[in-house]
């Protein structure tokens, strides 16, 4: 069950950061254009490609242990 906590609160902290990093006013985010902005991507998708997998892993093993 704390897998799953876990997973849901890694989705919602990598949610709020997506939710920053998006243009705002018509003017794109500073990492934009720059050498960072791949690893940026990289980072997010990682986060919610772990929050994910927490989250299955959790259900799956509250679904086991029952």
């Known amino acids: 069950m704390a897998l799953m906590l ?3 609160a890694v ?3 990598t949610s709020i950061i997506f939710w920053m990093l998006l243009p705002r006013g018509g ?3 500073r990492f934009v254009g720059t050498e ?3 690893y940026v991507g990289v980072a997010v998708t ?3 490609a772990l929050g994910l997998t927490m989250i299955l ?3 799956i ?3 086991s242990a029952q």
């Open 57 to 59: 892993s959790g259900a």
């Open 61 to 63: 093993n509250v679904a």
């Open 36 to 38: 960072w902005e791949p």
């Open 27 to 29: 003017k794109a985010h």
């Open 11 to 13: 989705m919602i902290v």
């Open 6 to 8: 876990a997973g849901i």
């Open 46 to 48: 990682s986060a919610v």
